[in-house]
């Protein structure tokens, strides 16, 4: 094994515990949102020590999942070695994408619940029901003209070819799982077997079967 699958299998476990935690925290939050929009739904008011209870819980679980990504992002390292500079512009792309994920994750969550009325839900992250022009545009912007940006400067400034290939086959098997997923599942619509098809289920199923080959080809 090189020091470089050294490096790759050290960093991987660190990785996976970071985005679990982050998500964590995401879906945490959405509670948060849920129990608060459900609460003023009755009256408002202060809270009753039950709530008080339940919110000292989930602001425990979110600084214990901040504190565990804290801990793991700590853990990045190259063979026991400083990282280099492309090592580091790496990680701190993939956690600043992360993050960003989560904070857009986390504001169309509590839009969801506050704003549109939505039925409060942990999963509120995932909805797929209507927000504010000016938002779909800033959004769109994001996701069509920054993320871009970003892929490009990480394809050619912070990864090796270990992991643009991990990458390439990652989306080989998500474009082959789309390519006969999506038709599929539209046919079986079609027939009356199956439900209609959900864009934004298609969408995460392409990313994270992609996310997750890429995963495995790197750090394992």
Not at 15 to 30: E, H, N, P, Q, Y
Not at 59 to 76: P, T
Not at 124 to 152: E, G, K, R, T, Y
Request: hydrophobic letters at 50%.
């Amino acid at each position: 094994m090189t020091d470089s699958d050294d490096m790759a299998e050290s960093n991987g476990r660190p990785l996976m515990w970071i985005i679990l935690s982050a998500l964590g925290i995401v879906m945490t939050a959405g509670a948060i949102a849920g129990y608060m929009a459900q609460h003023n739904a009755q009256g408002g008011g202060p809270l009753g020590m039950s709530g008080i209870v339940a919110m000292s819980v989930f602001s425990a679980i979110i600084a214990g999942l901040s504190y565990f990504v804290w801990i793991n992002s700590k853990k990045f390292r190259a063979s026991g070695d400083m990282l280099t500079n492309r090592e580091k512009l790496n990680r701190n792309i993939i956690l600043g994408c992360c993050f960003s994920g989560g904070v857009i994750g986390l504001l169309l969550a509590f839009y969801d619940i506050n704003i549109v009325g939505s039925e409060p839900s942990a999963l509120a992250v995932f909805s797929d029901s209507p927000i504010a022009p000016a938002i779909a545009i800033l959004l769109a912007f994001f996701w069509a003209v920054i993320m871009p940006v970003v892929a490009w400067f990480w394809h050619k400034r912070a990864i090796d070819e270990q992991e643009a290939s991990a990458y390439r086959d990652g989306g080989y098997y998500a474009a082959y799982t789309y390519l006969i997923g999506a038709p599929t599942w539209w046919m079986l619509w079609r027939g009356g077997i199956a439900p209609e098809p959900n864009g934004p289920a298609i969408f995460m199923i392409f990313a994270l079967l992609w996310s997750a080959v890429w995963y495995w080809k790197k750090y394992h």
